[in-house]
Nanobody, 122 residues
């Protein structure tokens, strides 16, 4: 079973930046496509960003395009989400996810992290 441990959430003012980290326990980290989802209070869990196992392909939801950047560091078995120009609407619990095969919106997620709270104030 792959364990995903997230960190980096917190409170930030609108227009600020935050970096989320997700450390994976998998020995074969490079074989997993990785991604981030988020869930705001009273709303469904939505896709945010994904990155292929090789790191060559990334995809973002329209709401975060040009503001967020997903990346991975293989030596650390870690995926990151750099969030810039944050808006109050970005407030949500952010979840790290892993899949055995990559697709733009990271369909068929196999493993989930515990979630980390991101709150953007004005």
């Amino acid at each position: 079973q792959v364990q995903l441990v997230e960190s980096g959430g917190g409170l930030v003012q609108a227009g600020g930046a935050l970096i989320l980290s997700c450390a994976a326990s998998a020995r074969t980290f490079s074989t997993y496509a990785m991604g981030w989802f988020r869930q705001a209070p009273g709303k469904e869990r939505d896709f945010v960003a994904s990155i292929s196992g090789s790191g060559d392909n990334t995809y973002y939801s329209d709401s975060v395009k040009d503001r967020f950047t997903i990346s991975r560091v293989y030596a650390k078995n870690t995926v990151y989400l750099q969030m810039n120009s944050l808006k109050p609407e970005d407030t949500a619990v952010y979840y790290c996810a892993a899949a055995k095969g990559w697709s733009p919106k990271l369909q068929d997620v196999h493993y989930w992290g515990q979630g980390t709270q991101v709150t953007v104030s004005s």
